[in-house]
């Protein structure tokens, strides 16, 4: 039987922070008369990344505010039903708006990319015209409850043009915002886990990214972090480039730097997937955790929120097999991707390969994605291969 997402699991302790597996290997970073090379030509050491973050953290904020009204104006509604979509359009909508505006905001002297899921096409035919104005409300209130944009208020053409500024193509040059407004919108609906994620890619490699969760307990869902109220929730995470991975709760008080598991017997570990099985081949991953000798059931939680509490060391695994056909899309995975490396893991495709993200709007990648730490990588490694061998001979 799998868990959901709140209940407990084994005991977990933490690693000593390492390089990410988008980084590069030592043999990338010097020559063999080991002098220092460029990792890459646009970070230098005065490109701290610094005010993007703080950009970052804002947007991704305020759209956890949007989300956060949204959501609770649905679950205390009992008019929409839980087939009825039409909230989290608005709540996707607008918070792909404000996201868009804060970081032009915050960011003016710089030229402005957006990756984004979510464009304006269906909002500007008639039908979609009150769907507009909600959107626009929307946003008007949630900038004027905000500490630093309270003066704002957007016209609808305004809210248009921020919402179709996420159709870049992004790709490897330059740089490109890439942003989920809402991911884990089925989660959303149930009123259980979602994340808004946001993160920035220079020349094709994600150099920061941000999770807001908002109903992502500040507590470890292990059980094992004393340092926050069960009963507290909302959190943001964190990261950048060479510089760890922190949580914070939404409400902005004090970072905590935070590790990846340090479990080394996959006896031990815990791991994620996909609450809902159209999203990942449940079965697969129960295959793959019978290879390691896993003892606990599967934790299912909706969204990239499973990065930000593997991130913390509330599991050690994340498992995701997609069906058959399905691409994945590349702001379901840039912000968790750094937000868990930073913190000390590895996040892969079946193959061992890292992630591309300079492809365009999607990923490339062999057949799934997991996520653990340095130690228990090599064995999960050999247990997913195994496990996709046996699984194609059956389908013979």
Known sequence: MAINCLRAIPKIQHLEITSCSHSFS????????????????????????????????????????????VQQALLQS?????????????????????VSFVLERELPSESFSLVAEEDSGDLRIDSGRETLERITKLVNDTLANSDSYSDSNLTTEDVLRAIDNGKSEGGSCGRHWVLDPIDGT???LRGDQYAIALALLDEGKVVLGVLACPNLPLASISGDNQQFSHDKIGCL????????TYMQPLDGSSPL??????????EDASFFESYEAAHSLHGLSSTIAKKLGVKAPPVRIDSQAKYGALSRGDGAIYLRFPHKGYREKIWDHAAGCIVVTEAGGVVTDAAGNPLDFSKGRYLDLETGIIVTNQKLMPSLLKAVKESLEEEKVSSL
């Open 257 to 266: 730097k935070v590790h990846v598991s340090a479990t080394e017997n996959p």
């Open 26 to 69: 030592n043999s990338f970073l010097f020559s063999s008369n080991s002098k220092p090379k460029r990792v890459f030509s646009s970070i230098r050491a005065s490109m701290s990344y610094e005010k993007e973050l703080a950009a970052a953290k804002k947007a991704a904020s305020v759209a956890a505010r949007l989300c956060q009204k």
């Open 237 to 244: 995470f964190f990261a950048k480039l060479g510089a760890g």
């Open 186 to 188: 089925k989660g959303f």
């Open 78 to 98: 009992d008019v929409h039903s839980k087939s009825d979509k039409s909230p989290v359009t608005v709540a996707d909508y607008g918070s792909q708006a404000l």
